[in-house]
Structure formats: C-alpha cells, structure tokens
C-alpha cells in the first residue's frame, strides 16, 4: 500500500496560482500511474489529471485543460500540480491517489487504491 500526503493547498484569489505537492512512500515501486482528485462540497468526486509513472504520460479533464499541469519527480517519490489561472469554481478539497491496478481512468475511483487525506483549495472572486 502507497502512503500518500499533500501539501501545497490555500487561499488564492482568481487568477492566481497554487503548486500541489504530494509525498509517496511505501510501495511505490508498483505505483502505475497516480493522479489528482477534488471534491466540492455537495458536489461528487471529480477526476483532474493523472500521469503514467512509466511513461510520464498525461491527461486532464477537460475543466482543467491548458492551466493545470501534472508532474512528477520520480527520484524524490513526488507528484505534483501545478494550477494556473484559477477560478472560483476549483474550490475544493484536492487528494492524491495512486493506482497500481493496470488501469488509471480519471472517470474511475476504483482504479485508484491509494488515496491522500486532501488538501483545501479555496479561490475567491
């Protein structure tokens, strides 16, 4: 099982920007992809972007397309997401997950075993 802590989180105004980072440790070795959700309140849980650990390769929903970045630093065991030019409506709590399954679908809770405890993201207007 992957451990898996954020940080990063806060208040920023619209139009600014935060970096998400979140901390791996235990079996990262079998980590095939890993990810980012967020969750509103009211609002059910909503896949943002993930990268292949392998590859690097990455996808992102299509609210988040063009200003939010997925990264990952395989040395320090750290993903991060970088978010640019933020709205009112990214307010929510971010988690990082970790799948090791073979299937990495950001439309798919399941496909991801290993979940962070979150960090609150609040943008004002």
């Known amino acids: 099982q992957v451990q898996l802590a954020e940080s990063g989180g806060g208040s920023v105004q619209a139009g600014g920007s935060l970096r998400l980072s979140c901390a791996a440790s235990?079996?990262?070795?079998?980590?095939?992809?890993m990810g980012w959700f967020r969750q509103a309140p009211g609002k059910e849980r909503e896949g943002v972007a993930r990268i292949f650990s392998r590859s690097g390769n990455t996808y992102y929903a299509n609210s988040v397309k063009g200003r939010f970045t997925i990264s990952q630093d395989n040395a320090k065991k750290t993903l991060y997401l970088q978010m640019n030019s933020l709205k009112p409506e990214d307010t929510a709590m971010y988690y990082c997950?970790?799948?090791?399954?073979?299937?990495?679908?950001?439309?798919?809770?399941?496909?991801?075993?290993?979940w962070g405890q979150g960090t609150q993201v609040t943008v004002s207007s």
């Open positions: 235990g079996g990262t070795s079998t980590t095939y992809c």
């Open positions: 997950v970790a799948g090791t399954g073979g299937y990495c679908s950001l439309t798919r809770i399941n496909d991801f075993s290993s």
